[in-house]
């Protein structure tokens, strides 16, 4: 269980916190269920919701019955503080630091369940409080809670994770509500089941649920057969949900709420009825577990008369920073009294129904562009890394640039170089964190310099360079350079062996149009030097206009022009600069102290602020770079056999994938839905087979268990048939990994083809920007993995845009080269298969012929 610290000089909140940490030989997700059971449990115990009691008893008492010893501890632990703090609503309070720490703690799928809190707040700004409510996919009740309805409000929600359902109804009825019932069921399976004056929800986005997972009356308009836009399903439900004057709020993706041409789709149905009311645009970053932008509809089945054919369209782009939009008065205003909001264009706007029709009801169609001080960030032109640059890494001896996608597959004959594009990532990212060429280490293991140079020729320069996209999860903790422009890092090294330095011999870091590159410096050691006549693009960009998120303050000008002039005329004619984890670090002292005599009494330490500031900029392409290869993780062609029993690895780059099962259950459980989709008769389940009272002194074990589905039988995973060990790890890394490059080496090894075609749809669904919005470079030998890609193009699912096929050969010389064989947007290859690629199936059945 990873440690739990906050930095907030709260006591209750440290005291809370601290629990986790004491319980670290359990599971983190049943340390948190038991210590919000228990919570709840002295609340009812303190007689302020003896009504209930009864009939939630059993929902906490199973886990004492499983954990008695944890409950107890735990239950005597939130009685002291209980006691300590003494004052009304201290119940409601400590249940929401248990959740607070667990999200901190837990992973990802535990995450999912929590709303947006600055969304859940906006949300109930806009919307008058109910009388009744219904949540078809409620999470943990954080939407709900959020509405501000009154104590006396009927409450009803359903969720489809039973552990998630049991804690929103004790949040609730924690919070005070009377009339609560949130049911654990599938909403899209049970479809419209009644009719709700008021529905408001934040459905999961980039569901592709399978056509017997979806009630039909959803999926009108698609084909029954294959996987259904989760997306549309649940807005049609929504829309069938409500009564006669019913109204409802629904968070999409932008993506749904699109018109597409031959295809009757759900948004479409709402407008052609004339029950959207509004459509409201929401920043990148608000929807927990992913960072697309996204849309609130409003739904209204009965409209004033006045605003009939009409829908308000509205961008609350600031709410990135606050809980409340300026423009939040306007909707509300729109929503209950029809007012014509008086804001500016590109705030607000009236739109006409028909008008939608044609277009869609994505705001920004229709709004002007916001002033400056408004601008959200700027989109990036692609997701993490577009390309891979090698120049003499083994058989590739030309510079080659290696196009990259959300999911790009490597194919290639046997020693054709294909697990190149893999290796040279790994290399770099091990390069990055030595600060040196670094052949041999924990990330991978490629021998030595001379190993890696095209033909062993120790006369080349290696060089591996990367094209990057900025993302939030990779800023730079001090500067941000404009998210739009692409990134572009080269690092080269030449004469590596082992009696002399690995450091590089040269740096290149570009902006979109702007690079700067820095070479050997033998005056200094492990420092490279800038060339003076780079001092105008490497100080002079960090002044242009919306050369930093957020922008900068526009200037005259010309500051680096001055400085390089400056420079030459003192005959300085490069700048020495260090380097740490391969990013621009610091400027050698002796040029700092050359540099403070150019200047005058009443501009002291302006070029040296110049400098400086060309260095945090440049600095922090670096950065990003160190954190984007820190969010790389690797799965190699023979995974590690499994054991019965595992030890806790502390402080390990790698997943320790049963610990981080044992302490994510709601993770696990979906692993084990991924083993059953692939064709397993198991299902997974991870213990701490050490008894309580000596966990202390043996310290953390795991071990994974694999139930026969038709049996009954227990084993672990080294004691079935190797696919399933070898496949489990790539399933668990696909699914806990968000925001993250997963790098794969021969997924498909001792996998069935009806396996591997599955395996296929993980590997999709991970790349999801709606979902976990991963990138994935898979090299593999399976004609069935591009098969399946191809027909979920054709079916809509994927975007041909997302997706690289390289196939990776040599000439007869020996050299190799990368071929990218493009996809069209109906799944169909532009590009014709070399010859001898994938041909053994028609020559083994017509070769004679």
Known sequence: MPSVNSSNDDPLRRAIWSIFDRFRNYSSEKVADVALREVFGLWLAAGDGSSCKRELEHRFQSYKVAEPELADIVRAHLEDLVRAVSKPGVFAEIFELVLEASLTVLGRARQEYQSSEVLNSFLGEIIEPPESVFDPACGFGGTLLSMGAPKTAKIVGTELHSGSADVAEMRLRIHGYKHVEIRCSNSLTDGPTAKWDQIVVQPPFGLRPSASEVDPRLVQGHSPRGQIDGDNAWLRLVADSMAPAGKAVIVVPQRSITIQARKSTAISYIIENDWLDASIAIPPGLIPGTQIGATVLVLDRDKSSHKRGKVLVCNAADLVSRHVSPSSTAIKEWLLQGVTPQTPNWQTSIIAAEELLVHGPLPRRYLSEPPTEQTLRPESPGRFLSSVILENFKSISEETEIPLRPLTVVYGKNSAGKSSVLQSLLLLKQSVHANEFAASGQVIDLG???????????????????????????????????????????????????????????????LGEKTIELTGNSDEPDTLNLPTDAIETFVGTTFQDLAYYPPNKPTKGGQGKRLAQKLNREKIFSIPISLSNLRLHSISRNIVTKISHFDSDFRRGLYGSYLNRGLAYWSAVGEELYNLVNRMSYIGPLRQSPSRFSHRVEASGRLDMPFYLLDNESERMEVSRWLSRLGTNYELDVVNPIRPEYRDAVGDMASMLLTDSRSGIQVTPADVGFGISQVLPIVTELLVRMDSIVLIEQPEIHLHPAMQAELADLLIESTSASGRANQVIAETHSETLVLRVQRRIREGVLSSDDVAVLYVDQNPDGTGFVQELRLDSSGEFIDSWPNGFFDEQFDEIFGDI
């Open 448 to 510: 030595s310099y001379a190993g890696v140079l095209n033909n062993h020729n120790r006369e080349k320069t290696l060089k591996i360079g990367v094209k990057f996209s900025s993302n939030p999860k990779i800023d730079s903790d001090h500067v941000v350079p404009s998210p739009s422009e692409n990134r572009y890092v080269s690092v080269g090294w030449s004469n590596v062996n082992s009696a002399s330095s690995q450091f590089p011999s040269s740096l290149c870091v570009g």
